[in-house]
Structure formats: C-alpha cells, structure tokens
C-alpha cells in the first residue's frame, strides 16, 4: 500500500462539472464501523453497506477518497426507551472546518443536504480486513444517527488511500480532504447537479432514474431531462434499508 507522496497536495479535485461515471448513487441505513472514527481520529464516518455500489453493472469502482453531497431520513432510526437513543458524538479534530453557510443547503420537502467527504477502501493505515465506505458530513451533529437513511451521491474523486505513520498525519490528510472536498463542490456544475438530483436526495426518484439522463446546458452545466429510458453512462446504486 502506497504511502503518501512528499509533493504538495492540489486544492481541488476533479473537472469543472461532474463527467462519467457520474454522478453514482448509493443509499442505505446508517450502520456500526469499527468504533475507531470519533474516538480515535475525532472526525466520525457514517457506514452503510457498500454492497449496492454499482456503476454501470460493475461493481468495482476504485478504492480512495471522494466528494459529493448526501442527506439523512431520521424517520427510519428505531425508536429506543431511555438513554440509548442517540449518544453524544465528537468532531473535535474538524469541527473548526465547520462552515454553517451555503454549501448546506434545504431540498424542497425541507430536508437538509450536506457537503460530503467519504472513504471507500480497506483503511490501510488500519489494515481492515473488510472493504467499507465512511462517509463524513461537513457538519456538526450533537447525536449519532444510527439506523437513518443515508442518499449518497457520489461526484468526484479526490485521491488514493494511503498508508501513513502516523495518526496525526492520517487526521492532517483528512483535514486537507476536507478542504478540497468544499472547494470542489463550490463550483457551478456541482452545486447544479445538487438541484438535479434533488429528488434522490429527499429520498426517493428510484425508478424515475431509469429515465433520466444528463446534457449540457448552453453554458456547459449539467442538466437532466427525461430521455425515454436511457440511462447513458449514469451509474446507478441502490441499497435500501
Ligand atoms: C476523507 C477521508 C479520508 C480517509 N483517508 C484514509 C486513508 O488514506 N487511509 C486510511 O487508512 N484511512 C482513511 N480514512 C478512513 C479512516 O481511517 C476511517 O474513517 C477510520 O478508520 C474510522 O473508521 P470507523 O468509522 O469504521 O471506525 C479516511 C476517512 C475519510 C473520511
Ligand atoms: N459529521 C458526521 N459525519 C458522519 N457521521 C457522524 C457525524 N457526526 C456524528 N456522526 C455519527 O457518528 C457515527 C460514526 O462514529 P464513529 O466513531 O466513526 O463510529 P463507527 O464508524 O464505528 O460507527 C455515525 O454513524 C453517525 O451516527
């Protein structure tokens, strides 16, 4: 597993708007990981199960570190008696990353969509023997959210994963991730493709997907439209709860 390269990191990842293959999608409830997110590193991952990943039929996309949007229905959490429901949860080593401004945004029915940073891999540094996907909200949240519905879209990829030797080198490369994460959406072909999609991120637009397929608008923005069952080049992940 490749460590991390000595040269300085670009600031932004990706062309100006989202190219094949996606946007890709992924949704699913919010599962346990190995505990390590919060506590050890201080930057919490939400885990669903990578199991619908799916681009166009191909279930391998490549290991590494993404960026894109997602948004949570609290409505499937299990409602529990007591104290269990929810414990306090700790960004510590991001949360002066935080930024409550337009990157965070509202779809229609109100439900709120968040600028996203995830891993899809093994966590070389600590060599899991699983392949999982973390997804971190550039956001603040004052209880976990197990069990809500997580809609994934998945726009850009930012690079590999590394080994690395340190802890503190692991969180730093994170930090940075963060960083390039929000430049990268700030652009107007992602924040297009945020509208776009804003069916799938209040949760539904399952089989309206099958019909959809992307162009160019006059300016070069990404725009959909219905194309009589094309699916053109779209991936397309489903994993319900
Ligand atoms: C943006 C981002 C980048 C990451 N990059 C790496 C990486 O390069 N190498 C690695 O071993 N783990 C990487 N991780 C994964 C963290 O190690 C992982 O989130 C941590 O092990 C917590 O896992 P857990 O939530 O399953 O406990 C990354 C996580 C995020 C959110
Ligand atoms: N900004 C955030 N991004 C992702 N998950 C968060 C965030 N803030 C709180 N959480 C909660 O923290 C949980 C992840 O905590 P973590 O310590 O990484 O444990 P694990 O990944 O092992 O479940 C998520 O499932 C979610 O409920």
Known sequence: MPQKPSTPRDPIAGPQHPESPYPLRLRG???????????????PTANIPIEGLDINGHTDLESGIYYGWASLDYSTIEKKEGSEQGKESSNHAVADLVEEDELISKTMSGRTVYPTVLSIGYNPYFSNPTRSIEIHLLSTFARDFYGATLSLLILGYIRPEYDYVSMDALVEDIREDIRVARRSLDRDGYLRVREVEEAWLDGGDEERREGVRFGRDER????????GGQVDGIGVARMMP
């Open 29 to 43: 409830p919010v599962i346990k990981g190995f505990g390590r997110g919060s506590k050890d590193l201080g930057i």
């Open 220 to 227: 070069g923005g990404l725009v959909g439209g219905e194309m």
